[in-house]
């Protein structure tokens, strides 16, 4: 059976998208409608260019150079979870040739109740060396809000990983208005500190770079006005969030 994925774009040079410099892929496809997203253009699967895996990983390997640096490949999104099959055999076949593996997901596709999915996850998580995971909101229906889904499955996810001993880097985005908050982040550090394998956490402060999409594609912009946060107010959630051991 011939894998094929449904790919946004590729980006040779990542250098945010987990250890060393890295080869991201971009999938098509996404669950969520994040206030904030900046790739409004990767929600559907619309214009998607087709590709086997084994060419997206042979397109990879040209920039093994790279990897010296202790990079590797990224998965992002979209959300690479809604092409759970395409994502696993792609990284079985890095890890045949030693590349490592990252995975940047919101982990929202994951329901412990329900096997198949379970399944799913666990053989991908046989190749994955490391999981980029995004937590949008700790409160359920601020997460709601500001994704238009739940958290549970996110934060039941997070604990699988733990659970299962696999290492992840914990993303958060500081939004003014939603997440710039002292309780929800000193709720969200009680949380990561449930979690066994998290090996960082990075704040992400909101920006505007991708409300062009949104002009371009004529979906409104729901932040429009919402600042970005000030280096003080970065700092500070660093700290409650243990990134950082003082705010001075």
Wanted: hydrophobic share 40%; glycine share 8%.
């Amino acid at each position: 059976m011939i894998m094929v994925g449904k790919i946004h774009s590729f980006f040779a040079g990542g250098t945010v998208d987990g250890p060393g410099i890295r080869y991201v892929i971009f999938l098509k496809g996404c669950p969520l409608r994040c206030l904030y997203c900046h790739n409004p253009d990767t929600w559907t699967q619309d214009n998607a260019e087709i590709y086997e895996a084994k060419d997206v990983v042979n397109e990879a390997l040209r920039y093994k150079g790279y990897f010296k640096t202790g990079g590797g490949v990224t998965i992002s999104g979209g959300e690479p979870l809604v092409q759970i099959d395409f994502v696993t055999e792609v990284f079985k076949l890095l890890k045949e040739q030693n590349v490592h593996t990252a995975l940047d997901t919101s982990g929202i596709i994951f329901d412990k109740n329900n096997p198949e999915v379970v399944a799913k996850i666990d053989e991908l998580l046989k190749y994955t060396d490391l999981v980029l995971l995004d937590i949008k909101h700790i409160d359920n229906q601020k997460h709601i809000e500001l994704t238009s889904k739940p958290n549970v499955n996110v934060l039941a996810f997070a604990k699988y990983l733990s659970d299962n001993n696999k290492h992840m880097w914990i993303r958060h985005v500081l939004v003014p208005g939603y997440t710039l908050n002292d309780e929800y982040l000193v709720k969200t550090k009680e949380f990561i500190d449930t979690l066994k394998t998290v090996d960082k956490i990075e704040v992400l402060p909101y920006h505007t770079m991708g409300i062009v999409k949104y002009q371009n594609l004529g979906i409104p912009y729901r932040l429009d006005g919402v600042r970005t946060p000030t280096k003080e107010e970065v700092r500070h959630a660093k700290y409650l969030l243990g990134v950082i051991k003082d705010v001075a």
